[in-house]
C-alpha cells in the first residue's frame, strides 16, 4: 500500500493478520512495523510458535511465509496511542473493514481493546474472540504488545497470540 508511513505486510488468504493502533514514530522513521526495542510483537511471534525463529523489524515481510500479515487501524504515527482521535479510529476502523474484506485473512488480531471499543464503537468490549466478524474474519481483540502495555508480559503474549493459528484454521 504506497503513500503509507510504515507499508502493510500483507497477502490474500493469510492464516491471521494482525492489526496495531497506529505506528510510532520509530517505525515511521525506519518504515518497519513495531520498530522500537521495547515492543514485544517479534519476540511473541516466536515464542507463540508463529514464527521459526525471532524476526527483526527489518525482516517483516518474511511473515507472509509464515501465513502471517501486519497492519494498522490509523496510518498517522505518534508518541502514543492515546494522541489519535476518536474520528481517526473510526475512520481507520472503516478501512481495515474493506482491506480485509480485499484480502480475506481466516483471523484478523486487533492490537488493543481501547482501538477496538473506540474504532468499532464497541464500548464495553472485552478482549479474546468477538461476536462479529470484520470483513468477513474471525475477529480478535489481543493485549497490545507495546512496552507502554507492562502489565501483560511478554509469556502472556506468546500464550494468547499462539491461541490465533488454531482458531482461524478451524474456520469457527
Not at 5 to 16: E, R, S, Y
Not at 101 to 110: E, F, H, I, S
Request: hydrophobic share 40%; charged share 20%.
Amino acid at each position: 500500500m504506497t503513500g503509507k508511513p510504515v507499508p502493510d505486510v500483507i497477502a490474500p488468504g493469510l492464516d491471521i493478520l494482525f492489526c496495531g493502533i497506529n505506528p510510532s514514530l520509530m517505525s515511521a522513521e525506519t518504515g518497519h512495523h513495531f520498530a522500537r526495542p521495547g515492543n514485544r510483537f517479534w519476540p511473541a511471534l516466536h515464542l507463540a510458535g508463529l514464527t521459526p525463529r525471532r524476526l527483526q523489524p527489518a525482516e517483516g515481510r518474511e511473515l507472509l511465509r509464515y501465513g502471517l500479515g501486519v497492519t494498522n487501524v490509523v496510518d498517522r504515527p505518534s508518541r502514543t496511542a492515546g494522541e489519535l482521535s476518536r474520528d481517526e479510529l473510526r475512520a481507520g476502523a472503516a478501512a481495515l473493514e474493506r482491506l480485509v474484506a480485499t484480502y480475506r485473512p481466516q483471523a484478523l488480531a486487533v492490537l488493543g481493546v481501547t482501538a477496538w471499543r473506540d474504532g468499532f464503537a464497541r464500548p464495553k468490549a472485552v478482549m479474546g474472540l468477538q461476536p462479529e466478524r470484520i470483513g468477513g474474519a474471525l475477529t480478535w481483540v489481543v493485549p497490545n504488545p507495546s512496552g507502554l502495555n507492562a502489565h501483560v508480559q511478554l509469556p502472556d503474549l506468546a500464550r494468547i497470540y499462539g491461541q490465533l493459528r488454531p482458531a482461524a484454521g478451524d474456520g469457527s
